[in-house]
């Protein structure tokens, strides 16, 4: 029995540990989700959670709409988060908040040495780019995010220690989590205050990505169902060098996982969105709850999640414990 229970927390943490990794090859966590939903029968069911079977429907919809587009797009989307969801599912509904949040702890605790040795000697040898202070997830910004949401996971000591190690990233996407140090009624003024001292690392950025929202085709061409799951035929384009190769190599997106939804499912996407994100703000009845679900908005507005293995994960564990009876962070805030 012993074993047994052992066994299934390995599955849970190599399953959380495939998308984080980043050592290709690429294909690891779709054998780790099929390693999750075979196993499933040797773990008693917990906790329902119904809401999985609901994203389901709601994805299968989808699929139906774009069905009839060339080269299998929409199957092969259909199927890919079916088989996410389904081990969300199984993990939730079999092993709860606990395991997931203390792998997604473990995976973000392992980042600083490897963000030491980035600082220190340079590349690790599988991400030879020069991308600086990646960890293992290839990006600075989604580095930034995986330890703000272990922040957002912790308390006390360890939430400060992982939210500074999120800002050191150099990256702003975890700029949120430092209002949790500042007084509640200090929290807006300290924010214009941050925004303006540092308007020159984000200015930028925010241009590209403004530019990018001027012109939607996805969302004007079809406004009912969206352009489905063929290449976004505009958004952001990353110029590769003089001639802007890589704009005509490197498939296009928005940088932003809400306004790609509503460009490839149109009005009917977005209205399950909206009663989806409804539904989780019922649910986030604790302030640390609040918490995770205002971050949960902040990266899906200004991070494209369709390419990052990392940050689906995190929005399947950030799910998986808005599905739990529990309100806050409170439950599971064991030393890790």
Same mark, same amino acid.
């Given at each position: 029995m012993v074993l047994r229970a052992v066994g299934w927390r390995v599955v849970c943490w190599a399953w959380v540990a495939s998308a984080i990794i980043g050592v290709p090859p690429w294909w690891w966590w779709t054998v780790a989700s099929l390693v999750v939903l075979a196993g499933t029968g040797s773990r008693p069911v917990v906790q329902r959670a119904p809401v999985f079977g609901w994203v389901a429907w709601g994805c299968l919809v989808v699929y139906l709409i774009h069905a009839r587009q060339p080269h299998g797009t929409a199957a092969q989307w259909v199927l890919h988060a079916s088989l996410l969801l389904a081990a969300s599912h199984a993990l939730a509904?079999?092993?709860?908040?606990?395991?997931?949040?203390?792998?997604? @702890?473990?995976?973000?605790?392992?980042?600083?040495? $490897?963000?030491?040795?980035?600082?220190?000697?340079?590349?690790?040898?599988?991400?030879?780019?020069?991308?600086?202070? !990646?960890?293992?997830?290839?990006?600075?910004? !989604? $580095?930034?995010?995986?330890? =703000?949401?272990?922040?957002?996971?912790?308390?006390?000591?360890?939430?400060?220690?992982?939210?500074?190690?999120?800002?050191?990233?150099?990256? $702003? @996407?975890?700029?949120?989590?430092?209002?949790?140090?500042v007084p509640s009624r200090w929290r807006l003024v300290s924010a214009l205050a941050g925004g303006v001292l540092l308007a020159p690392w984000w200015m930028e950025r925010a241009w590209l990505r403004v530019s990018s929202w001027g012109d939607v085709p996805g969302i004007t061409r079809g406004w009912l169902t969206g352009?489905?799951?063929?290449?976004?035929?505009?958004?952001?384009?990353?110029?590769?060098?003089?001639?802007?190769?890589?704009?005509?190599?490197?498939?296009?997106?928005?940088?932003?996982?809400? $306004?790609?939804?509503?460009?490839?499912?149109?009005?009917?996407?977005?209205?399950?969105?909206?009663?989806?994100?409804?539904? =989780?703000? +019922? +649910?986030?009845?604790?302030?640390?709850?609040?918490?995770?679900?205002?971050? =949960?908005?902040?990266?899906?507005?200004?991070?494209?999640?369709?390419?990052?293995? =990392?940050?689906v994960m995190l929005l399947l564990a950030w799910w998986i414990k808005v599905t739990q009876h529990t309100g806050g962070v409170r439950d599971a805030v064991a030393p890790v």
């Amino acid at each position: 029995m012993v074993l047994r229970a052992v066994g299934w927390r390995v599955v849970c943490w190599a399953w959380v540990a495939s998308a984080i990794i980043g050592v290709p090859p690429w294909w690891w966590w779709t054998v780790a989700s099929l390693v999750v939903l075979a196993g499933t029968g040797s773990r008693p069911v917990v906790q329902r959670a119904p809401v999985f079977g609901w994203v389901a429907w709601g994805c299968l919809v989808v699929y139906l709409i774009h069905a009839r587009q060339p080269h299998g797009t929409a199957a092969q989307w259909v199927l890919h988060a079916s088989l996410l969801l389904a081990a969300s599912h199984a993990l939730a509904e079999r092993d709860g908040w606990i395991g997931v949040r203390e792998a997604v @702890m473990w995976c973000a605790w392992a980042q600083l040495p $490897l963000m030491a040795w980035q600082a220190l000697w340079g590349d690790i040898w599988w991400q030879p780019l020069g991308g600086g202070l !990646t960890g293992s997830v290839n990006r600075r910004s !989604t $580095l930034a995010v995986l330890l =703000a949401v272990a922040s957002l996971f912790s308390v006390g000591r360890r939430a400060t220690w992982l939210g500074l190690s999120s800002l050191l990233t150099g990256s $702003l @996407m975890g700029a949120p989590v430092a209002l949790r140090w500042v007084p509640s009624r200090w929290r807006l003024v300290s924010a214009l205050a941050g925004g303006v001292l540092l308007a020159p690392w984000w200015m930028e950025r925010a241009w590209l990505r403004v530019s990018s929202w001027g012109d939607v085709p996805g969302i004007t061409r079809g406004w009912l169902t969206g352009w489905g799951f063929l290449p976004l035929p505009g958004g952001f384009r990353y110029d590769g060098g003089p001639d802007g190769i890589m704009a005509q190599t490197v498939l296009n997106d928005y940088h932003s996982a809400i $306004l790609d939804w509503w460009a490839r499912t149109g009005l009917v996407g977005m209205a399950m969105l909206i009663v989806v994100l409804g539904w =989780a703000w +019922r +649910r986030s009845r604790t302030p640390e709850a609040r918490w995770l679900f205002v971050f =949960a908005v902040w990266v899906g507005s200004l991070q494209s999640v369709e390419h990052a293995p =990392a940050l689906v994960m995190l929005l399947l564990a950030w799910w998986i414990k808005v599905t739990q009876h529990t309100g806050g962070v409170r439950d599971a805030v064991a030393p890790v």
